[in-house]
């Protein structure tokens, strides 16, 4: 299979931020010579300048405006896709929302509230790749990949409904992997924290909050780095040029999962 991305179509789901997962992946695959479809359904201006960038590189880019929470909203996208380019190698859905909410405070998140954000963090997903199911198989190497969270694993994030979410979306990620083969393969990126414009939308004007949780991440992980949105986009490209690889949820977290205690405790046993 060649690693060769030039000339193949890839489309970007919640890619409507400057300084966001979605941005840096779509510019990354233009590098690789793709062509691509940003969707998102606010920050147009945003969206329209990673665009711009992406056609600066030299590739074709449009915008989609479009709650792909609605099946009719995706399915518009892959008519579109299909009569601009005729095929569809890459689906990246980057989309995702959270309310923060302390653990202890059970009744500080309502059915409303797990309603919105499992719509969004998996029924989206979902439903885009239904949507894109019959050109995705009909391209060559075509490839899925969803950006999950390191929540969905150990059970803890922003929320109880948000690492639920991610838990419910690393799930469906091993059946699509296993509904699409051989034609298709469907892989998951497991972020934990992210330096991004994702962050400080959700968090407001809290400044102060937001350089303290960055200080934390730091401290706690084995690396003391805090993930950034390209290296989430390296490792799409990675991916993507790993023709055997399906089926996995892959950790992007400096290693927190790894404690600096459980490193020493080892070290102290040899």
């Not at 590189?57 to 909203?73: H, N, P, R």
């Not at 405070?105 to 885009?128: G, H, M, S, W």
């Not at 200080?215 to 003391?224: A, D, M, P, T």
Request: a positive charge; one cysteine or more.
């Amino acid at each position: 299979m060649s690693t060769n991305l030039k000339g193949k179509v890839a489309i970007l789901i919640g890619a409507g931020r400057v300084n966001g997962v979605g941005a840096a992946t779509a510019l990354s695959l233009a590098r690789e010579g793709c062509n691509v479809l940003i969707n998102c359904r606010k920050n147009e201006a945003q969206a329209t300048q990673i665009v711009n960038e992406c056609r600066q590189l030299g590739v074709e880019a449009e915008l989609f405006m479009a709650d792909v929470t609605k099946s009719a909203a995706c399915k518009e996208i892959a008519q579109y896709v299909e009569q601009k380019w005729g095929q569809a190698n890459i689906l990246v859905n980057c989309i995702g929302t959270t309310k923060i909410v302390p653990y202890e405070e059970l009744d500080q998140l309502t059915e409303e509230d797990f309603a919105k954000i499992f719509a969004v963090n998996v029924t989206a997903p979902y439903l885009v790749v239904q949507a894109f199911q019959r050109l995705l198989r009909n391209s060559a190497n075509s490839s899925v990949i969803n950006i999950s969270s390191t929540a969905g694993i150990s059970g803890m994030g922003s929320s109880i409904a948000y690492a639920a979410s991610k838990g419910a979306l690393n799930t469906l990620t091993l059946a699509l992997a296993k509904a699409l083969a051989p034609e298709v393969r469907v892989n998951a990126i497991c972020p934990g924290f992210i330096d991004s414009s994702w962050w400080e939308e959700t968090l407001g004007n809290e400044t102060d909050k937001y350089k303290s949780m960055l200080k934390s991440v730091k401290e706690r992980n084995l690396l003391n780095q805090v993930i950034k949105p390209a290296d989430v986009a390296n490792l799409v490209v990675s991916i993507i040029k790993t023709p055997g690889m399906t089926g996995e949820l892959i950790r992007l977290n400096s290693g927190a999962h790894i404690t600096k205690t459980d490193i020493l405790h080892s070290r102290a046993q040899l």
